[in-house]
Nanobody, 121 residues
Framework: QVQLVESGGGLVQPGGSLKLSCAAS????????MGWYRQAPGKQRELVAR????????NYADSVKGRFAISRDNAKNTVYLQVNSLKSEDTAVYYC??????????????WGQGTQVTVSS
């Protein structure tokens, strides 16, 4: 089985920063793209950022470009999201996603349980 466990969320003032982490564990053969999504109350889940397996290609939602940075450590099966210059509209539950293959399995998408980020003064 595979687990994705996020950490690093919390309450932060506007303009503040956080670093989110997501560690994948279990019977993992390989990990392809990893990413972060978020869902605010009453809204659909949206892509925030994603990164390819080699870390060379990164994609960001327009709303976070220049403020958020995604990275990964393949040795630790971990993806990070550095979130800076936070705004109230960044308040949401942030979910980690990984497209990965278990031993003897096929490429599939896995999700973490989510971590709350609240931006408020």
């Amino acid at each position: 089985q595979v687990q994705l466990v996020e950490s690093g969320g919390g309450l932060v003032q506007p303009g503040g920063s956080l670093k989110l982490s997501c560690a994948a564990s279990g019977t993992i053969f390989s990990i392809n793209t990893m990413g972060w999504y978020r869902q605010a109350p009453g809204k659909q889940r949206e892509l925030v950022a994603r990164i390819t397996s080699d870390g060379r290609t990164k994609n960001y939602a327009d709303s976070v470009k220049g403020r958020f940075a995604i990275s990964r450590d393949n040795a630790k099966n971990t993806v990070y999201l550095q979130v800076n210059s936070l705004k109230s509209e960044d308040t949401a539950v942030y979910y980690c996603n990984a497209n990965l293959r278990e031993f003897g399995g096929r490429d599939s998408d896995y999700w973490g349980q989510g971590t709350q980020v609240t931006v408020s003064s």
